[in-house]
């Protein structure tokens, strides 16, 4: 069964935003850290955010300050809020917990135009 949806991603020019969403089953949801998911043409899948139940969010070095993941628990919806994007943030996104993971979603598209 599908447990994790993500939606959101689209085709945007460097300097713009996207706000990606991802809606996962009570189950999943109840796990302490939720975590964002990329990968890019040729390149693995990274971690480059994730949230813990508490809503302390982390993020790593090359999308700190233009990324912001929040949570809302009465939805089981954990969001990704992306500022500034630049074409290296193009691929598929994910999301999924943290540090291990479920079955994955299909992901979202995001393509960032230069």
């Known amino acids: 069964q599908v447990q994790l949806v993500e939606s959101g991603g689209g085709l945007v020019q460097a300097g713009g935003s996207l706000r990606l969403s991802c809606a996962a089953s009570e189950t999943i949801f109840k796990i302490i850290a939720m975590g964002w998911y990329r990968q890019a043409p040729g390149k693995q899948r990274e971690l480059v955010g994730w949230i813990t139940s508490g809503s302390s969010a982390n993020y790593v070095d090359s999308v700190q300050g233009r990324f912001t993941i929040s949570r809302d628990n009465a939805k089981n919806t954990v969001y990704l809020q992306m500022n500034s994007l630049k074409p290296e943030d193009t691929g598929v996104y994910y999301c999924?917990?943290?540090?291990?993971?479920?079955?994955w979603g299909q992901g979202t598209q995001v393509t960032v135009s230069s």
């Open positions: 999924n917990t943290v540090p291990s993971q479920h079955a």
